[in-house]
């Protein structure tokens, strides 16, 4: 019985902790992909205007 109870502790610990780290690695996906298309919009607002 202690050692069930010990492998689902154990096992909700990683599940959560592997579930905190995916969303940091979204948040930063997002993040960088936010960047590039701003940059992206200010490249073409340059050359458009530039033309």
């Not at 154990?10 to 936010?34: E, W």
Request: charge should be positive.
């Amino acid at each position: 019985m202690r050692i069930k109870l010990i492998a689902i502790l154990l096992t909700s610990v990683i599940s959560s902790g592997c579930a905190s780290t995916s969303d940091k690695v979204a948040k930063d996906f997002f993040d960088g992909a936010n960047s590039n298309a701003k940059s992206r919009q200010l490249e073409e607002a340059n050359s458009v205007s530039g033309s």
